[in-house]
Each structure stands twice: as C-alpha cells, then as structure tokens.
C-alpha cells in the first residue's frame, strides 16, 4: 500500500492566516493527489484533484501544489469556515485507494 | 444536482453482516462514474472499502476483500455493500460517493454518513 502522511497532525492558527498543509507520499504519485475538508458531523469534501486543480465553488483561496511524493495545500487567508480536518488521497495505479491520517486545523 | 443516501441498520451483533444501501439521484448510476464505499471509525481517519462501475467491474480494499461485497441495482438506481463476519472494528461511519471515471479519480459527490455500531 502507498502509505500518506501528513504533518503537521493539528495546527492552530488565525483567522486571515496563511495556512500551508504537507502531505507526503510513500512513492511517487505522480499528481494523483486529492485534498479534502471534513467539518464534524459532516462527509468530507473535495477541494483540489490532481495536486492543483480547484473543484467547482471551492473558493480560491484553497490552492494544492506538488508532484510526485510531496504535495502541499495552501489556505491563503483563513476564514471562521475553514476551520476543519483536511485530509489527502492518492488515487494512483496501484490499489487499494488511500487517505493520510487528518491535519486538524483549531482557531488560535 | 446529484445526491447520495446511505440507508441500513444502524446496530448488527459482532460475526453479523452488515448491510448498507446508497440511493443516487441527480445522475444515473449506468454513468460513467465509480460508486465507492468509504468508512471512518469515530474519531479517525478515513479507509477506502471498494468501489463499483456500471458494468459491475469491482475494486476492493485488500485488507477487506474476503468479506465485502460492493454491488449494484440499476432499476433502482441504487448500489449496496455487504461486510460480513463483522467485530468491533468494523463501528464506523459509513460514507457512499461518486468518482468520475477519469484518471484524475477523486470522490466529487458524498452522502451523508451512516454510523453502525457492532455490538451484542
């Protein structure tokens, strides 16, 4: 299995921060790399596929980037929303699918 | 627009079955996308079960493979997962979601979430 490994597992931040999430793959990935934010009680939502590209009415202050085994989601300027667990997901060639352990993400 | 709803008992005896449904609407489950099953145990992360496509072609987690079973009714246009000889491990929210069939796979649509709790 591709293990997924994201650092750092919690953080604390402001809001109008500047946020920046790590993920790092077990092997090369290529860009098949998926971000999404889970608020409690809620499913997970997509915000970046393949490392970079936005999902349709995700604001554009989520922002992915990366290639191969390192992978990095950016928040630009927090907002009181997006405070959430925000997890990754490889979808390369090799089963079976899997996500990194959660980046929980509390108000300062 | 499309959405997903999970459906099952929300309680099954440890070396029972578990037995979930997802009802889709908005699209047609003969599209082309996967139609996937993904559990998280309450407070963890999150584990891939398996997925489906409109052909019946399945794709399973190893680690589940010998007792689940992902499959689809297209006349109600709705596709179900069985896990079997469940145990404690296996308490989790269960998510069903829609992937398109591309290469860049990723889970664009979720339901809601059902929690099923193993226990006697």
């Known amino acids: 299995d591709i293990q997924m490994t994201q650092s750092p597992s919690s953080l604390s931040a402001s809001v109008g921060d500047r946020v920046t999430i790590t993920c790092r793959a077990s092997q090369s990935i290529s860009t098949y790399l998926n971000w999404y934010q889970q608020k409690p009680g809620q499913a997970p939502k997509l915000l970046i596929y393949?490392?970079?590209s936005l999902q349709s009415g995700v604001p554009s202050r989520f922002s992915g980037s990366g290639s191969g085994t390192d992978f990095t989601l950016t928040i630009s300027s927090l907002q009181p929303e997006d405070f959430a667990t925000y997890y990754c997901q490889q979808s390369y060639y090799t089963l079976p699918i899997t996500f990194g352990q959660g980046t929980r993400l509390e108000i300062e | 627009q499309v959405q997903l709803q999970e459906s099952g008992p929300g309680l099954v005896k440890p070396s029972g079955t578990l037995s979930l449904t997802c009802a889709v609407s908005g699209v047609s489950i003969s599209s082309s996308n996967w139609w996937a099953w993904v559990r998280q145990p309450p407070g963890k992360g999150l584990e891939w079960i398996g997925e489906?496509?409109?052909?019946?072609?399945?794709n399973y987690n190893p680690s589940l493979k010998s007792r689940v079973t992902i499959s689809l009714d297209k006349s109600k246009n709705q596709f179900s997962l069985t896990l079997r000889s469940v145990t404690a491990a296996d308490t989790a929210f269960y998510y069903c979601?829609?992937?398109?069939?591309?290469?860049?796979?990723?889970?664009?649509?979720w339901g809601q979430g059902t929690l099923v709790t193993v226990s006697s």
């Open positions: 979601a829609q992937a398109p069939d591309t290469r860049a796979w990723r889970l664009d649509y």
């Open positions: 489906i496509f409109q052909t019946g072609s399945t």
């Open positions: 393949e490392a970079s």
